[in-house]
């Protein structure tokens, strides 16, 4: 009894794993007959597929392949990173000038208060003191 539970395991097992790689594997990378038989092969023959499919059909040599990241690694390769780069500097350079002309007409405005203090007085009509 323990021996026929733990042989239907094991059959259940291989099958799973076998449907599973076979599912996950690119269908450029089969070898033999296509993806889709493959999957029929595995269906219809379940532990016999299953090890046809890890001895002939799976690619060779090719272990997990490492994730491609979606983003360039270095920031000069990233056009987002350069996208903000150019907004924060063009930012910067607006600041800059809008600085430059606030100073200006604080200067202007304490000029005038300044020429409105030196100016005439109100019984010198003439300008004279």
Known sequence: MLFRV???????VIFVYG???VIRTEGRLTRGISKPAWIIVMIILPVLGAILWLLI???RG???????YPHP???DDDPDFLRNLEARRRNQAE???LRKLKD???AKAREDDRKGQRGTDEHDN????
């Open 104 to 106: 200006e007409l604080d």
């Open 62 to 68: 090719t272990g997990p392949q490492p994730q491609a």
């Open 57 to 59: 059909g799976r690619p």
């Open 6 to 12: 733990a042989l239907a395991v094991a059959v259940l």
């Open 73 to 75: 690694t270095a920031p």
């Open 19 to 21: 449907l599973v790689d």
């Open 95 to 97: 600041a800059e000038r």
């Open 126 to 129: 003439d300008g004279l003191k």
